[in-house]
């Protein structure tokens, strides 16, 4: 199974919103709800930010919110602030037990 | 909340073997899989497998069915990852996550393992 697509990189001013986009198949993202999003700043661990294609753990600010149409998942950060400077990973179950992650986008604050 | 915590750096010759360690701290995983994740320098998130601390039971990524191994001490709490044959595109930092099947809620900090000739 291939990685899931993600644009190289994304951008927006403070108090802008931005949306990445996570391009998978029929099989993957198109078949399950499982589809997952993680922040991962510089030198850390991945951090989950939302799972389910839109549910967000305790903890997570609003501003982050998860959507799905037909292959392709979305997240979108609402607000930007210089903390959400980071890289983001989306990833799906693929079936058989396996899953997949998907190939990150940097965001940058400007 | 369930913590992750990694066994220390390594560095490796290659062919030879690693294993890295991933215990939960309480004694207890909160979620029934614990996944391995690595990510080469500069590069994205790899899938490698997981095992269910309850039973035992194992799934590997095809790309490393013939080289991994996932191994569980549920008394211990522990999930380790072993991995054989190192190449030097093995360098990496290989992450435990305790999730569901789909998904990964809590991660440990990371180890990273060195592959040198």
């Known amino acids: 199974q291939s990685a899931l697509t993600q644009p190289p990189s994304a951008s927006g001013s403070p108090g802008q919103s931005v949306t990445m986009s996570c391009t998978g198949t029929?099989?993957?993202?198109?078949?399950?709800?499982?589809v997952s999003w993680y922040q991962q700043h510089p030198g850390k661990a991945p951090k989950l930010i939302i799972y389910e294609v839109n549910k967000r753990p305790s903890g997570v600010p609003d501003r982050f919110s998860g959507s799905k149409s037909g292959n392709t998942a979305s997240l979108t950060v609402s607000g930007l602030q210089a903390e959400d400077e980071a890289d983001y990973y989306c990833s799906s179950y693929g079936g058989s037990d396996n899953s997949i992650f998907g190939t990150g986008t940097k965001v940058t604050v400007l | 909340q369930t913590q992750l915590v990694q066994s220390g750096a390594e560095v490796k010759k290659s062919g030879s073997s690693v294993r890295v360690a991933c215990k939960a701290s309480g004694n207890r995983f909160t979620y029934n899989y614990v996944h391995w994740v690595r990510q080469a320098p500069g590069q994205a998130l790899e899938w490698m497998g997981w095992?269910?601390?309850?039973?035992?039971?194992?799934h590997y990524a095809q790309k490393f069915q013939d080289r991994v191994t996932i191994v569980t001490d549920r008394s211990m709490s522990t999930a380790d990852l072993e991995l054989n044959s190192l190449r030097s595109e093995d360098t990496a930092m290989y992450y435990c996550a305790n999730g569901g099947l789909g998904d990964f809620g809590h991660w440990g900090p990371g180890t990273l393992v060195t592959v040198s000739s």
């Open positions: 095992i269910t601390p309850f039973n035992g039971e194992t």
């Open positions: 029929s099989s993957d993202v198109g078949a399950y709800k499982f």
